[in-house]
């Protein structure tokens, strides 16, 4: 069985050794490496190039925005490194959910996951499907509502020293919009998706079938060529399509 390979970057020893050993428990799961700090990390991620970097955003000297923006900016040079990145980030401070989400991360999870949720979020990842956390999808969409902007490239410009905004709805999400539109009703649906909604919530909530909640979804997913309900999620919030 082939093992999804793992450099984990935190600087808390107790966090790092805990979530080491605990990822070890797993079979199909290999930790190469650890770093207890971004500069250390970063170039730990470029030696062993693993199948996915496990970032804690809060780091004492590069914090992990820093670090996945460097690790973007070399996958841009270096076609060959396939280097995922899955940002933790903190519930509790909505300008670091929305730093993380702006860096350009792979998957965002919260760091208090339980150990068999972060392993499928690694494994997620890995095979290219984006992991979102749904408290974290709410922050996101939350500061989407409350800002309304829609802007026109997959740029990040800084709205203070510590935080970074989401200004920017990627070119090839724009090209699929203007494609292929969502209806009124599946732009419903695709709100409560970004809200963590299941079906059957769904179905509650706009007062019609599971089935039809189901076959929406499946057209979303079609529409926005996504692979999954989470990765419809990050499309849309990084889209700027849920008002």
Known sequence: MSKVSVVLIEDHDLSRIG??????????????????????????????????????????????????????????????FKTKVLMLTMHSSEDSVMAAFAAGAD?????????????QAIRNTHEGNAWIDPAIARIVLKQVQANKTVANSASISPVTDDTQAITA????????????????????????????????????????????VKTHVCHILNKLCADDRTQAAVRALRAGLVK
């Open 19 to 80: 979530l080491c050993a605990a990822l070890r428990q797993y079979e199909d799961v290999e930790v190469i490496d650890n770093a207890a700090n971004g500069n250390d990390g970063l170039q730990k991620v470029k030696t062993h190039q693993p199948d996915v970097a496990l970032v804690d955003i809060g780091l004492p000297d590069i914090d992990g925005i820093e670090v996945t923006q460097k690790l973007k900016q070399y996958q841009g040079t270096n076609p060959d």
């Open 169 to 212: 709805v990627a070119e090839e999400y724009q090209q699929l919009i203007e494609t292929y539109p969502l209806t009124d009703r599946e732009l419903e649906v695709l709100e409560l998706i970004v809200a963590g909604c299941s079906n059957a919530d769904i179905s509650a909530k706009l007062y019609i079938t599971v089935g039809t």
């Open 107 to 119: 998957s965002y999870s919260l760091k208090d996951v339980s150990m068999d949720n972060l392993v």
